[in-house]
């Protein structure tokens, strides 16, 4: 009895992990897309050099940085799915959101400041899978992405 | 002079094109096949190794008690129909070739549940409920023989090695130990595999004939069984039952009586009555 | 697709910089190569398990960037960075990230 309440527990967890968390990343992505969209005036480039033939413009350094957590179905899915080894898809699509995240909130900072290319872009992920006590907790990850917007002096 | 530009790019290279869920369902299906086939090779693996004990060692583990831990009444239910139960267990087991050192103790269990079992030791157990229900001694000396033959096959042991087995290694896995207790306790109500009842049907049946010269009178166990269950909801369909069909077991019986002549060869009645109410 | 972690291919001439490509993956090795993998540990040295499971997850991260670059009508990847972070116990993401070029 006290069995069949625990598993019963589990499931209904799951299913509201799966709904919730499929909803929520579906909303993401549309989100995503429309400010990508938006956001396509500022061109992004991981070279250090800037072309030397711009006129006169001061660098300055930008980030965008987001945290995202895995919903209960995609923790579950994943251990599953580490017992036969393979691609992890349910993180894959979370690493990409996190990604795509932390780039539109440093272009959306290199807008603000009135420039249109951002250089020397790179990234940085940091996970926060440990909850101190040195057991797996749920997992979420910082993304970091960051660069040094080309501002025109008039801006500045 | 290079251009500065940033065409649309493909945003959906870095996920993979698996849907989740169904990935999902797919694993969990081949997680639950996995544990299924590990389980039965342990069950599997627990009861050869169990078969290895010596019975001499299995009799001397156990003592004088029947099934340690069934939760059944200490008390034996009628010495002199206890004593009847070892005088004919005694009999049979002459004609059952038992290997040497294979002693058996008979335990008339005080409980109306119909019922009869062997346990771990040689101790073969009939209750007070299955004892009155049966119409002559033929038919209780089919029970004994059946239960003898368990014995005589290391069927208990067996099964609590193979119970043993599964359990430990889910402990192992679970972290919990507190379920092992339970592989000793089920040998009341435990089936073996059909091929192991079918094995202990033959035998019984093959008892019965040398002992009485025909096979008659059994099938009356096997029509007292139906009978209660069907008082209970009915039997589950033969895929799901690891114990043969009754209706299996008394056709088996009915061919095995073929020859016998009723008239020429009456049926002996039981030697004791229990007459509590 | 020529690949390169400096800003330029040597002896080559960039004509247009296409921006930020990048390609990731998490993968994982199933549960008897962690579980051999963590007695290794015991002893230390290589375990070669998870030198392989990085260097699979690099080379598909590779793919799917040079998969972007592709799309975007590039002939070379510049500058190429590498990251790797701990995902969970014997899972890991690994990216490859660099400017799509193309080059004459």
Same mark, same amino acid.
């Given at each position: 009895m006290e069995l069949l309440i625990q598993i019963g527990f589990f499931l209904a967890l799951l299913v509201v992990g799966l709904v919730a968390g499929t909803l929520n990343e579906r909303r993401h992505y549309?989100?995503?897309?429309?400010?990508?969209?938006?956001?396509r005036g500022i061109l992004v480039f991981n070279e250090r050099r800037p072309p030397d033939d711009l006129p006169l413009r001061t660098g300055q350094l930008v980030v965008g940085s987001v945290v995202i957590g895995e919903d209960y179905f995609k923790r579950i899915a994943a251990s599953l799915k580490s017992l036969f080894g393979g691609r992890l898809v349910v993180y894959e699509s979370l690493m990409d959101r996190g990604r795509r995240e932390a780039i539109v909130r440093m272009k959306r900072e290199?807008?603000?400041l009135g420039a249109t290319m951002v250089f020397n872009v790179r990234f940085e992920t940091s996970s926060l899978a440990e909850d101190g006590t040195g057991r797996q907790a749920a997992f979420s990850a910082e993304f970091i992405a960051y660069g040094t917007a080309l501002v025109p002096p008039a801006a500045a | 002079m290079s251009r500065y530009e940033n065409p649309q790019l493909p945003d959906d290279v870095n996920v993979g094109r698996e849907n989740p869920l169904t990935e999902f369902l797919r694993l969990a299906a081949g997680l639950a096949l996995l544990a299924l086939v590990i389980g039965a090779a342990l069950y599997f693996?627990?009861?050869?190794?169990?078969?290895?004990?010596?019975?001499?060692?299995?009799?001397?583990?156990?003592?004088?008690?029947?099934?340690?831990?069934?939760?059944l009444p200490a008390a034996p239910g009628n010495a002199e129909i206890r004593d009847y139960l070892q005088a004919l267990t005694d009999r049979l087991a002459a004609q059952m070739d038992l290997?040497?050192?294979?002693?058996?103790?008979?335990?008339?269990?005080?409980t109306e549940i119909a019922n009869a079992f062997a346990s771990l030791g040689g101790h073969i157990a009939v209750t007070r409920g299955l004892y009155r229900r049966l119409p002559s001694e033929n038919a209780l000396s089919l029970v004994i023989a059946h239960?003898?033959? =368990?014995?005589?096959?290391?069927?208990? +042991? !067996?099964?609590?090695?193979?119970? /043993? @087995?599964?359990?430990?290694?889910?402990?192992?896995?679970?972290?919990?130990?507190?379920?092992?207790s339970g592989a000793f306790a089920g040998v009341v109500q435990r089936g073996y595999s059909r091929r192991a009842e079918t094995a202990a049907d033959t035998r019984a049946i093959d008892a019965l004939r040398r002992h009485y010269g025909h096979a008659g009178g059994g099938t009356a166990v096997f029509k007292t069984f139906a009978q209660l269950?069907?008082?209970?909801?009915?039997?589950?369909?033969?895929?799901?039952?690891? =114990?043969?069909?009754?209706?299996?077991? +008394? !056709?088996?019986?009915?061919?095995? /009586? @073929?020859?016998?002549?009723?008239?020429?060869?009456?049926?002996?009645?039981?030697?004791?009555?229990?007459?509590r109410p | 697709m020529e690949l390169s972690n400096l800003e330029v291919l040597p002896g080559r001439t960039i004509v247009r910089h296409l921006g930020l490509v990048q390609g990731s993956t998490v993968r994982s090795k199933h549960a008897g190569k962690d579980l051999l993998a963590g007695l290794r540990n015991f002893v230390g040295g290589e375990l070669k398990a998870y030198?392989?499971?990085?260097?699979?997850?690099?080379?598909?991260?590779?793919?799917?960037?040079?998969?972007q670059a592709q799309a975007a009508g590039a002939n070379a990847v510049v500058n190429v960075r590498f990251s790797t972070s701990n995902i969970a116990a014997g899972a890991a993401e690994v990216m490859a990230y660099g400017t799509a070029v193309v080059v004459e």
């Open positions: 549309r989100r995503l897309r429309e400010d990508e969209a938006a956001l290199a807008e603000h | 693996g627990g009861s050869q190794l169990a078969r290895l004990i010596p019975f001499e060692t299995e009799r001397d583990w156990v003592g004088e008690r029947l099934a340690p831990g069934s939760g290997p040497a050192g294979m002693t058996l103790r008979a335990h008339y269990v005080d239960e003898i033959a =368990h014995v005589r096959a290391r069927d208990p +042991i !067996a099964g609590i090695g193979g119970s /043993a @087995a599964l359990l430990l290694v889910m402990s192992l896995v679970t972290g919990d130990a507190s379920a092992l269950r069907t008082a209970h909801g009915g039997e589950p369909p033969a895929l799901l039952s690891t =114990h043969p069909l009754d209706a299996e077991r +008394i !056709a088996r019986l009915q061919q095995a /009586a @073929a020859g016998w002549d009723a008239a020429a060869q009456p049926l002996v009645p039981l030697r004791l009555v229990d007459e | 030198t392989e499971l990085l260097n699979e997850s690099r080379q598909e991260a590779i793919d799917r960037m040079v998969q």
